[in-house]
């Protein structure tokens, strides 16, 4: 998709194929053929760039076109630049400014609560977006009011636009921090479908707490030249590049 | 009669210009100082900060907290640049631009880069079609959007040497070169590009290039439009708009920008308030673009000398004989 697009952010898209394949397809409650289904479980990408990932899942769930797949960033493309609800209804929130997703999440855990509805709300965060102090507003906010039926992920790959979070604005001790906002903190592999279904499941049973998910990730991960490399954060791959990466996913 | 057509070759990018124009004035002052959060290679000003490491601060996807530093280096005696990209800087940086720089009266220097729809296919999250708007509703500040690298890299000179809090709109695309080398400019002081004497067309960033493209094409149909290059929003050049509104006695309003938030309701205000006379105005329309190839995304949303054409054609209509 990207390598057509001649444009997109491969490498946070990569990181994060194993968390969304496991909420889509093992944890979520929800309906392809009804997305609007009311008691449904929502995720938002708060991490808007990786939008790739997130419409060759929905793609393969059902919500929308595979054989459109290619079309990304197209003028007219449902597979917007950015998760954009004007163009795919079924998406939760439109995003891409860095910062909004946790405190969007928490509005409609809240509102899930006041419903009644066992509908519970995921939103995955960019490890360089847990930079926006909005984030920690949202995370106080979020324990304070017991809003136990929000997972939140941060997808940790350790890389954000311009290099190396350590060397742009270190988040270290990252768990001791959400723990001390609040939250209940789990660190699994966040290649590990197996895991990642532990940790889910662990979240779920977690009472009045919410529940952050720490995904300990590689950058580029399956494609060994973009692996843990910030060049592809925001850059398509070449032809050799692409032929060689669509190889190595085999 | 022909007109000698105007040669418009392609430039570089105004960010670009930005970004030489920082390590010129990083050389030539030691006060001058740069924060950025995360997009210094795209704003350009990781040029500044491989020269000038230790007077570079990299403040992470932080954006209001960056504002709020740079307010905080200007009260201790610095002259501190913020960028990031226009939407993130003015939309999230707007309470600490209005309370820190602008009511705290501070010299700040914040500049956003890829502004307007022309950024093409990351869309609208990060395409920023209100800053005008919003950094001119600040008291105080200075607003500038240049139209070429060389009108760019002067204004941000000129705007380091001026004391006072300032807003300048760069863009993520190559543009034309509207300018000549030794062109002179000055702050608040709007740029006659083109004579004319039936209509005005007024505009800056983008649009400028395309009112003198659309200047050129109606000099063939016998029309003569004067274009000017409104480069400073903020103060406005009362003068210019009140002279153009009174010889032509027709305007046309161009920008990549909200059409009911920015030059054009400044420059109509002007013209109600000494010369009025019918004005048409071209900008984004009330809407939220999409992902596209800049150019694709310029003829969407009418952004062309064709468009320019048509609103000079309009308003030439409502003009009394
Ligand atoms: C508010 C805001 N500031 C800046 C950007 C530009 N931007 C897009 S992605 C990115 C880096 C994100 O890094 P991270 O959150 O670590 O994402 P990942 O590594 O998962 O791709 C930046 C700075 C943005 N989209 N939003
Ligand atoms: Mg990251």
Redesign the interface.
């Known amino acids: 998709m990207i390598y057509h697009?001649k444009?997109?952010h491969p490498g946070g898209s990569l990181s994060a194929v194993e968390t969304l394949v496991t909420l889509y397809f093992d944890v979520m409650n929800h309906r392809p053929e009804q997305p609007d289904w009311k008691d449904r479980d929502r995720f938002i990408l708060s991490k808007?760039h990786a939008a790739p990932v997130l419409y060759a899942v929905l793609a393969e769930c059902g919500y929308t076109p595979k054989d459109q797949l290619n079309t990304l960033?197209?003028?007219?493309?449902i597979y917007?630049?950015?998760p954009?609800m004007r163009?795919i209804p079924a998406l939760e929130a439109?995003?891409?400014?860095?910062?909004l997703g946790l405190s969007l999440a928490l509005g409609m855990g809240l509102a899930a609560k006041l419903d009644n509805s066992p509908s519970r709300t995921y939103v995955m965060v960019g490890d360089?977006?847990i930079?926006?102090?909005q984030i920690w507003e949202a995370a106080m906010f979020g324990a304070y009011h017991h809003v136990d039926n929000v997972c939140c992920i941060v997808d940790y790959n350790k890389i954000?636009?311009?290099g190396w979070v350590k060397d742009?604005?270190g988040l270290e001790p990252l768990a001791d921090k959400w723990r001390a906002f609040g939250w209940h903190v789990i660190q699994p592999d966040g290649h590990s479908i197996a895991e990642l279904q532990a940790a889910f499941a662990e979240a779920a049973a977690t009472k009045i707490k919410p529940t952050v998910i720490i995904a300990e990730t590689v950058k580029g991960k399956g494609v060994s030249f973009m692996e843990n490399n910030p060049k592809f954060h925001g850059v398509a791959p070449s032809a050799d590049e692409y032929k060689k990466a669509m190889e190595e996913l085999q | 009669m022909a007109t000698a057509k105007h040669e418009l070759k392609l430039g570089r990018a105004t960010r670009e210009a930005f970004g030489d124009a920082l390590v010129e004035l990083g050389r030539e002052n030691p006060n001058v100082v740069v924060c950025d959060a995360d997009l210094s290679k795209s704003t350009y000003t990781h040029l500044f900060a491989k020269e000038f490491k230790d007077r570079f601060f990299e403040c992470g996807i932080a954006e209001a907290n960056m504002v709020a530093i740079g307010a905080g280096l200007a009260h201790a005696g610095k002259v501190p640049f913020v960028s990031s990209f226009s939407a993130f800087l003015l939309n999230k940086g707007f309470e600490q631009l209005r309370v820190t720089a602008a009511y705290g009266r501070t010299n700040l220097k914040a500049v956003g880069t890829h502004s307007g729809i022309s950024i093409g296919e990351d869309g609208p999250s990060q395409m920023s079609i209100e800053d005008i708007s919003l950094a001119s509703s600040l008291a105080g500040f200075t607003v500038i959007a240049p139209c070429d690298e060389i009108s760019m890299k002067e204004l941000v000179k000129q705007a380091a040497h001026t004391w006072g809090p300032f807003f300048i709109r760069a863009g993520r695309a190559k543009c034309a070169v509207v300018y000549k080398p030794d062109q002179k400019f000055e702050i608040g002081k709007a740029i006659e590009v083109v004579p004319g004497t039936d209509v005005t067309v007024i505009a800056n960033g983008l649009l400028v290039t395309e009112a003198v493209k659309a200047s050129d094409i109606l000099a063939d149909e016998g029309i003569s439009v004067r274009v000017i290059d409104m480069h400073t929003v903020k103060p406005i050049d009362r003068e210019a708009i009140a002279k153009a509104a009174g010889e032509t006695g027709a305007i046309v309003v161009a920008e990549e920008h909200l059409v009911d938030a920015g030059l054009g309701v400044r420059v109509a205000q002007v013209v109600g308030e000494t010369n009025p006379c019918v004005m048409e105005f071209l900008g984004i329309e009330n809407t939220y673009a999409e992902s596209g190839t800049p150019d694709d995304l310029l003829d969407k949303y009418g952004m062309r000398a064709k468009n320019v054409i048509e609103k000079v054609k309009a308003v030439l209509a409502r003009k009394k004989k």
């Open positions: 697009a444009s997109g808007g960033r197209e003028m007219g493309s917007q630049g950015h954009d163009f439109s995003t891409g400014s860095l910062g360089g977006e930079q926006e102090g954000q636009l311009d742009i604005m």
